[in-house]
């Protein structure tokens, strides 16, 4: 997939932007602070419905406005597509497919992308949460349809804990919340499907995460992941990421048990203490976990294989082509040899963006179509690789 055109009104610093983009390298240099990420982020934005950087909508739109617009025109092979999104500051969000008003989750079976950015490094050394955006990010790209269960989840949790609260504060018990039961059925039923897909895609990701590794590392470290599920006994938010196999029996009827057993306290506490909410997926390299133990090098590592491992699954399972690959100002965090295989790895891929505050960052394999970003303004300043001169956007 290749991203020919990006438009922009009124999205960060951004009034109005329009951005020519090439197959293969595109740099984007400028000083910290001046959008070289907020173009990265509205690519993203697109596929996955989300931003690497916040967790609402809100701050996307630029002060003083009600909503922005990211418009892309994509190429997979000879077919174009036109996709569109309005994010508003205040209610849900609108798209349009090629003019026509569309769904918002239908944009990720569009545009596919995979953001390397300093942020990653909270994957591997954050909080669960971080690792669970990681994953529910990329499910959305891999099955968007996902993005509708992950959604639903999120409003049934809300509503559950919400009741859970209110019976805390009324002294209730649980055989007065007849209601409770409804919101357990659809809990489960929507929190069965994150859980199975999630496994579904560690495991998928597993060799190239190995594989990944050793060609960013240089070293076999033999890194792994597993989830700890709260409906297995695990309780990873309470620092409890053993991997448990908690009986046996379908996802939903171990989530439905774990949900009896933990209902005096969750009454007790006002607290939904189950469910894919609540788990982690741990991450390990020389049969450690690399939270708490792993060096500032392998840490870098790990976050880089898993980025790279998602490259090469959403490659291998796309009719659309290689994802875009997006580096945002990652090469300043690295050391040269990092560096250098980093580049030398994403370099194949039919088109990646790189983000830089200093040009001379960035290796000379990735090195050739040069964008200069100046608060919020954006201006060629290479040829194409056609040879015709680029027109100032």
Do not use: C
């Amino acid at each position: 997939m290749i991203v020919e055109h990006l438009s922009l009104v009124d999205f960060r610093n951004y009034a109005t932007a329009e951005l020519a983009l090439h197959r293969g390298p595109n740099v984007l240099v400028g000083r910290n602070g001046q959008g070289k990420t907020n173009v990265a982020e509205a690519i993203v934005f697109l596929a996955t419905l989300g931003s690497h950087r916040v967790s609402s909508d809100a701050p996307l739109v630029r002060d003083g406005h009600d909503a922005a617009i990211v418009r892309a025109r994509l190429a997979h092979g000879q077919r174009k597509v036109l996709i569109e999104v309005q994010i508003n500051r205040q209610g849900s969000n609108k798209a349009r497919i090629n003019g026509s008003p569309g769904r918002t989750a239908d944009l990720p079976r569009y545009a596919h992308v995979v953001l390397f950015a300093p942020e990653d490094l909270q994957i591997v050394r954050g909080d669960p949460s971080a690792r669970r955006r990681f994953a529910d990010q990329l499910l959305i790209q891999r099955t968007p349809r996902m993005s509708a269960v992950l959604g639903d989840y999120d409003r049934v949790l809300r509503q559950r804990t919400a009741l859970l609260k209110s019976a805390r504060a009324r002294g209730l018990k649980a055989e007065a919340l007849s209601t409770l039961d409804v919101w357990d059925d659809k809990l489960v039923s929507l929190g069965s499907e994150i859980i199975d897909a999630r496994t579904r895609l560690a495991a998928d990701l597993q060799p190239g995460l190995a594989d990944s590794y050793a060609a960013i590392a240089g070293a076999d470290h033999d890194p792994r992941m597993h989830w700890a599920q709260s409906i297995r006994g695990g309780d990873p938010e309470e620092g409890d990421d053993a991997e448990s196999d908690g009986g046996s029996g379908s996802t939903a009827d171990l989530f439905r048990a774990a949900l009896a057993a933990k209902r005096s306290a969750e009454l007790e506490r006002g607290l939904t203490l189950v469910g894919p909410h609540r788990d982690d997926l741990v991450l390990r390299v020389r049969d450690l976990p690399v939270k708490g133990y792993a060096s500032h090098g392998e840490s870098w590592s790990v976050a880089l294989a898993l980025r790279l491992a998602s490259a090469e699954l959403l490659r291998r399972e796309s009719p659309a082509g290689d994802p875009v690959l997006i580096l945002d100002d990652v090469f300043a965090e690295l050391d040269a040899e990092r560096r250098r295989r980093l580049a030398g790895i994403t370099a194949g891929y039919e088109q990646v963006l790189v983000t830089a505050a200093v040009e001379e960052d960035i290796p000379e394999v990735l090195h050739r179509h040069v964008v200069r970003i100046s608060a919020g303004t954006i201006i060629d300043e290479r040829q194409d690789p056609s040879g015709e001169e680029d027109a100032d956007a």
